[in-house]
């Protein structure tokens, strides 16, 4: 059993998972030479701080034995920026498929944004992209998605894929926002750090940021110039060399949600099945929880009273909402907002909704979740002895004094709290890094800090 932590500091570390004292098997820097990792002086805003590398959390094909990491760094002078694309070898760091490969692209758009007649994703704008969220891997393609530093114009949400066997780019790039207003289009892909998912035929869904949304005719495939999908979740399909718009979703209060930055991309999609229905399900800033039809996800449609095309779309909180990603467990969804508690929101498997608030004692922590909220982890054994693992990062998290809180929540009753990292020093966690998600394996629970790994498990 191994462990992979990647850094900001663009180094990407091997522990053996089970070894006690912590032994390191490997440790890879991907920093080319005459190079070193980006810090926030460098920025358009110090949106990580101090320092920007390996953002996007890798993903690894186990065929191959390939870990692939989106790496950010600059040249010494800080005057050239560059995103590049490794393969590393799982069992000892080492580049493989001749890489890595400098991510450059090029996509249609109009200008309306004044970016010409084409948008580009290079070297002389490379500061501009943060890439935010995981990778995905899919039908032998690495996807990968950017977004912007606190908004930084001009910038439009990218999805760029490579041929995971020889790292060539293997979709034409995709832009959320091709023909964007405001000096850009923005529709950052997000997502506070999930990954894009996708369904058995490699379709990618991903949820959108605010930004220009133009497609009101709801056309599939979208029509020229209404290309732009600011506040949207996207069906994504490899179709030969392209990545085509298949189907999406728009609230109907899309042009509100972006006028007070009220992004929809602040949650990865997940994806569920219930009998023969297939769901999406993703979450908002505005404390709101979409359930669509994962085969016709609805596309948009601004209806009397503002209804949408949603299966549902309510309200469960509000200040600031949701930027963390639900989990699906047991015909339940478990979600930790933003000053929230952790909650457990039932879905009827006949009725094929879920419940709508309020929500009983059993269906709430006792515990509220500070800045940003929390991505739950579900263990079990099948789907008996469920486990909640919950990580708050809290509120001013990644200041000196706030320490990352793990804790452990029976999944019938969340109301039962089974364990929490702060009870004692001697299981105090590290400082915390804002949308870190516990990682749980054979038995153990694996925290990414600041500065250090814990690990947690059953004492002997």
């Not at 760029?160 to 020889?166: A, C, D, K, R």
Request: with cysteine; aromatic share 10%.
């Amino acid at each position: 059993n191994v462990v992979f932590v990647a850094t900001e500091k663009d180094t990407v570390y091997a522990f053996d998972a089970d070894a006690n004292p912590c032994t390191m098997l490997w440790k890879k820097s991907v920093i080319n030479a005459g190079e070193t990792f980006v810090d926030g002086t460098n920025l358009p805003c110090d949106a990580l701080g101090p320092n920007s590398g390996i953002t996007g959390t890798p993903v690894i094909d186990p065929v191959t034995q390939t870990l692939y990491v989106s790496a950010f760094t600059k040249n010494n002078a800080g005057t050239t920026f560059f995103h590049r694309l490794h393969a590393l070898d799982l069992t000892n760091g080492s580049e493989k498929f001749s890489g890595p490969v400098l991510i450059q692209a090029t996509a249609a758009g109009s200008g309306a944004g004044g970016d010409g007649t084409s948008l580009s994703f290079d070297s002389t704008n490379a500061r501009f992209h943060l890439q935010r969220a995981g990778l995905l891997l899919a039908k032998g393609v690495v996807y990968i998605t950017w977004a912007s530093y606190c908004d930084t114009m001009p910038y439009h949400g990218w999805v760029i894929g490579y041929n995971s066997s020889n790292l060539q780019q293997r979709d034409a790039a995709f832009t959320v926002t091709p023909n964007g207003s405001d000096g850009g289009g923005e529709g950052g892909i997000w997502m506070s750090g999930g990954a894009p998912s996708a369904d058995a035929s490699g379709n990618i869904f991903l949820s959108v940021g605010n930004g220009t949304f133009d497609n009101v005719s709801s056309a599939i495939p979208p029509v020229a110039p209404n290309l732009d999908f600011g506040d949207s979740v996207l069906k994504l399909s490899p179709s030969g060399s392209t990545l085509a718009v298949a189907d999406f979703f728009t609230p109907a209060n899309q042009a509100a949600m972006n006028n007070v930055d009220d992004d929809l991309g602040s949650a990865a999609v997940v994806l569920f099945s219930s009998g023969t229905s297939s769901f999406s399900l993703t979450a908002g800033k505005e404390g709101n929880l979409y359930l669509l039809n994962q085969t016709n996800l609805g596309h948009y449609r601004a209806g009397a009273g503002g209804t949408d095309a949603a299966v549902q779309n309510f309200n469960v909180i509000s200040s600031e909402g949701f930027r963390s990603t639900p989990a699906f467990f047991n015909n339940t969804v478990y979600i930790a907002g933003q000053n929230s508690p952790l909650f457990a929101i039932p879905f009827d498997p006949v009725q094929k909704i879920l419940a709508i608030p309020p929500y009983p004692a059993s269906q709430q922590s006792a515990e509220t979740f500070g800045l940003f909220g929390a991505s739950p982890f579900i263990s079990a054994l099948a789907s008996a002895n469920g486990i909640v693992w919950v990580l708050e990062v809290g509120l001013n998290a990644g200041t000196p004094s706030t320490r990352a809180i793990l804790r452990a929540y029976d999944a019938g009753n969340v109301r039962n709290l089974l364990f929490r990292s702060d009870a004692k020093p001697a299981d105090a966690a590290g400082l915390a890094v804002k949308f870190t998600a516990p990682v749980v394996a054979n038995g153990k629970v694996y925290v990414g800090t600041q500065t250090e790994l814990d690990v947690y498990g059953l004492n002997p």
